[in-house]
Nanobody, 132 residues
């Protein structure tokens, strides 16, 4: 049973930083893509970033244009945890942030990798609020 547990959300002023964590357990597949999505009130869930591992040659990452240069995704294999470092936060970054996991390995720029329905497992979400 795969479980994803997010942490690290909170309230921050515009221009500030937060780091989100997503710990996975029960994963039995070696290749995967772990993504962060976010959903603001009244809006659809949108793709933020993913990190993909093919099981042997290393990681690749892919960012939405809206967060490129401000957010950084990384992974600590020893802790089975993915981190999302969010800098230069803006009020429009306010949303519930979800981590999601799929056994699929995607290529950078893949449209399908940005679709929530392509991910099999989801965390419970963590609220990020950026005040102006």
């Amino acid at each position: 049973q795969v479980q994803l547990v997010e942490s690290g959300g909170g309230l921050v002023q515009a221009g500030g930083s937060l780091r989100l964590s997503c710990a996975d357990s029960g994963r039995t597949f070696s290749s995967y893509t772990m993504a962060w999505f976010r959903q603001a009130p009244g809006k659809e869930r949108e793709f933020v970033v993913w990190i993909s591992w093919n099981g042997w040659s290393g990681y690749s990452t892919y960012y939405a244009d809206s967060v490129k240069g401000r957010f950084t995704i990384s992974r600590d294999n020893t802790k089975n945890t993915v981190f999302l470092q969010m800098n230069s936060l803006k009020p429009e970054d306010t949303a519930v942030y979800y981590c999601a996991l799929t056994p699929e390995e995607y290529s950078i720029g893949s449209y399908y990798s940005t679709l929530p329905r392509k991910y099999n497992y989801w965390g419970q979400g963590t609220q990020v609020t950026v005040s102006s």
